[in-house]
């Protein structure tokens, strides 16, 4: 079972993360470049239904 509000928080955490970066935010640590990977091609959800096979694709 998947958490649809847990869903959305990432799809939001991932899209703020994206503006910061391009915004010319700076991210670092260990998982820094993964993150920015993920920020970087992560689409938008923004009015977007959000089914479960997207849900898991975002969680993934």
């Known amino acids: 079972m998947v ?3 847990t869903v959305r928080a ?3 955490t991932v899209a703020d993360l994206n503006d910061d970066l391009h915004a ?3 991210l ?3 998982a820094a470049r993964k993150a920015i ?3 970087a ?3 938008r959800c923004e009015g ?4 479960a096979t997207t849900a ?3 969680l993934a």
């Open 3 to 5: 958490d649809i509000e």
């Open 10 to 12: 990432v799809a939001d």
């Open 24 to 26: 010319g935010g700076g």
């Open 28 to 30: 670092s640590g260990p």
């Open 37 to 39: 990977k993920v920020a």
């Open 41 to 43: 091609r992560a689409p």
């Open 48 to 51: 977007t239904v959000i089914n």
């Open 56 to 58: 898991r694709r975002l």
